[in-house]
């Protein structure tokens, strides 16, 4: 039960799972979980455990620390990878799997023996091995001795525009890289938009993070997930305001005619960005009610003129619903649906439903 006033974020678990199966079936190939972040800001170990029941067994995150706290979240189980790497033993006992992302860490991790995912870059130039060292390794495999390379992968830079020449470059590298340096070892071409680009970007092992939260990997077409998250906020009060009356900092809104705020309990320290001032809007009994002046740190100011039911007490749903998905609420602030995820904030009540 949330305490009066608090925010609620309902995170619709049976959802991710669901688009999880379903990124499978179109993948035509394993998918991993990625689970980097908190999970995009929804919380790592209720979906990672939710996907593991559904028969994910592996997971990616980005930081060590995010693959300690997941290993005792999944059991000794599911692969954890880690993609920024790390110093070999550095995961204790935790059995996480590194990225090598350039000779030194091949060097030092086939020097312990490891097991390991090499990462070749082939157009994102921000982690893994360049053309360059990808040669020299192609010389001197002998270099991955000792190493249990259990996949080879690259990161797609364009995948969520279909028609961008980038996506078949890479998949071109990357396939000419992967047989010189690494024949027969499994490969991990495709992120969520990477899916999508049909059956030349399969291998054997996808990597979708957003598309399970409900995120469109698609762009520019029809949403193909399902949505995932709903965050609802209580209207604190509802007040009258003649014509002339401006509401909020600054002053930023003034109303043309009598008007009526709903003021509700939830601010930009709760990840309700404040760019989004004056360009977004809350569902409540079905309807839409325009966000009037600007977000504030607390408190977020509705027009609820037309929404004669609206009551303090109510809960606006600020995030998700009809035209408010986070990649809705993106596209209003200049941002995308990812930074509305993870920006989500940490004092709500976090509601995992279904899974
Ligand atoms: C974040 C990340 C993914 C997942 O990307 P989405 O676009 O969220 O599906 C996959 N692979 C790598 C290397 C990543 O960093």
Same mark, same amino acid.
């Given at each position: 039960?949330?305490?009066? &006033? ?11 799972? =669901? ?13 991993? &979980? ?40 999944? &059991? ?17 006992? =935790? ?80 396939? =000419?890289?992967?047989?010189?340096? =690494? ?64 509401? &909020? ?107």
């Amino acid at each position: 039960m949330p305490a009066p &006033g608090q925010a609620v974020l309902r995170v619709a678990l049976g959802a991710i799972v =669901a688009n999880w199966r379903d990124l499978v079936a179109r993948h035509g190939g394993a998918c991993a &979980g990625v689970v980097k972040a908190d999970a995009y800001g929804l919380g790592a170990t209720p979906v990672a455990r939710a996907l593991r029941d559904a028969g994910c067994t592996t997971f990616f995150v980005a930081h060590l620390t995010e693959g300690m706290t997941l290993r005792d979240a999944v &059991g000794p189980g599911p692969a954890i990878v880690v993609l920024d790497g790390f110093p070999p033993g550095a995961d204790g006992d =935790a059995r996480l799997v590194p990225v090598l992302n350039h000779l030194g860490d091949v060097a030092a991790h086939a020097r312990a023996g490891s097991e390991a995912v090499l990462h070749l870059d082939t157009g994102m130039a921000r982690l893994g091995l360049d053309a360059k060292e990808q040669a020299i390794l192609a010389e001197d495999r002998s270099r991955l001795d000792g190493l249990t390379l259990r996949w080879v992968m690259t990161h797609l830079a364009c995948a969520d525009e279909p028609a961008h020449p980038l996506n078949e470059a890479q998949r071109v590298r990357f396939a =000419a890289a992967a047989s010189r340096v =690494a024949p027969g070892v499994p490969r991990s071409v495709a992120n969520s938009s990477g899916i999508f680009l049909g059956p030349s970007f399969r291998s054997d092992l996808a990597r979708p993070g957003c598309a399970l939260y409900g995120i469109n990997p698609t762009p520019g077409a029809p949403n193909p997930m399902r949505q995932v998250v709903a965050l609802e906020a209580e209207i604190l009060q509802v007040r009258e305001i003649a014509a002339g009356d401006s509401v &909020g900092y600054g002053a930023s809104w003034t109303a043309r005619e009598p008007r009526r705020i709903a003021t509700v309990a939830a601010g930009y320290a709760d990840g309700y960005l404040r760019s989004l001032s004056g360009r977004s809007l809350g569902l409540l009994h079905g309807r839409q009610a325009p966000l009037v002046g600007r977000v504030s740190m607390d408190l977020t100011t509705f027009d609820v003129t037309d929404i004669e039911q609206a009551r303090p007490g109510d809960r606006i749903t600020l995030i998700g619903g009809p035209g408010n998905s986070p990649d809705d609420i993106g596209a209003r602030c200049g941002t995308i649906g990812y930074e509305i995820l993870t920006s989500l904030g940490r004092r709500y009540d976090r509601v995992y439903e279904g899974g």
